[in-house]
């Protein structure tokens, strides 16, 4: 027991000489029931400081500003006004830029922005970072919430693209505003668009496999009359980054992008005079609609848009007088998927690609031509990162 008051004593006369040992000499003042009063403060300011102090000149009192809420203070060889927030469970001050009703915020230690309605009782709600030249869906939503009962700045979000610049006049202006609506509420299409707004933008992967029918109509056309007609089976692999971001309102969760690569390998054939052997690596975007998005069993309908990159070779037979040929040929596809999607995990699919035309230079001038159409069964199972 002895030992426990000894190390108390200890660790509080360690407190009382830190506290005294530091050097109280950079000028400001802080407010005090609207009132600035003047002191010093322990440290500079910047995006490194971590700890502040404050030290009153008439009463020698001193205040932990990085442990206080709502303290407003200036420092004397600064233009700006500071503000101590509790953001994200801890506090620290931030550049109060605009000050009233509405209050307009800067994070000193990053590029951020927040805005409060401090009359009526709203959260500090970070702001999304600014677009040049382009107006912020989100945040122009996030300020018709703290602007609501102001018909005039209501109005006038509408019409302005949200940059710094446009959130301190807006700000201003709530602050002046002539009339304010008492129990102003928002429409239900507004309230709709709100709730669109909070919702987060989804995200999953999937990895699949495709077994491929092609369909091959070949010709070497100085010399031959018709086209060899040929098919085999092919297989492939694929994976796929599909998004539905927060800016597609209604249509999130229903509407999204992918971004695949495949690769994938058809075993050798024969035309008149050659054997021909292809594998291709394709990258594709394709827009996917679900209809029943909130069913186990959900149809999608899906277009695919891609770039083809194909390996191949070609061997000459017996009947050949040209030369082996091979090489890499990029060319660019559509094609369209039907399938459903199981419990959000699995999804099979019926693809069809219509026939693209290849040409592959064998001697001098002259060609061998490949129309090639595809339908293939595709099957993946989905890693889902977020649902809501």
Known sequence: MIKTYFALALLFTFSINFIFSQNFTIPGEVSVDGEFKKGFFSEELNEYTNSLNFKYSDSGEIIDLFNSENIVFKINSKRNLYKTLNVEGYIHPFILIVDGKASFYKDINSKNFYIQNESRNSKIVKLEPFKSSKKNSRNAGILSLIFEDCISVRSQIEKEDINESMVIQLTNNYNKCPEYANGFQLSNKQKKEQEYLKQPSIYSLDFGG???????????????????????????????????????????????????????????????????????????????????????????????????????????????????????????????????????????????????????????????????????????????????
């Open 210 to 388: 495709t077994l491929a029918f092609n369909n091959f109509d070949s010709q070497i056309p100085f010399l031959q009359n018709e086209s060899t007609k040929s098919n085999n089976v092919g297989y492939g692999a694929f994976v796929s980054f599909n998004v539905s971001p927060t800016y597609f309102n209604q249509l999130r969760d229903i509407l999204y992008f992918d971004i695949s690569v495949s690769y994938n390998i058809a075993p050798e054939f024969e035309v008149e005079f050659y054997d021909v052997s292809r594998a291709n690596f394709l990258i594709n975007v394709s827009p996917t609609y679900y209809f029943l998005r909130d069913r186990k069993l959900n149809p999608f309908a899906r277009a695919n848009f891609g770039i083809n990159y194909t390996n191949y070779e070609l061997v000459k037979n017996e009947e050949s007088i040209f030369r082996d040929v091979e090489g890499t040929r990029k060319s660019f596809i559509f094609g369209i998927e039907a399938g459903v999607q199981f419990n959000r995990q699995f999804e099979l699919a019926l693809l069809y690609q219509p026939k693209s035309k290849e040409k592959y230079t064998i001697f001098l001038n002259n060609t061998f031509e490949i129309d090639n159409s595809i339908i293939a069964l595709k099957a993946s199972y989905i890693i889902n990162f977020s649902k809501d």
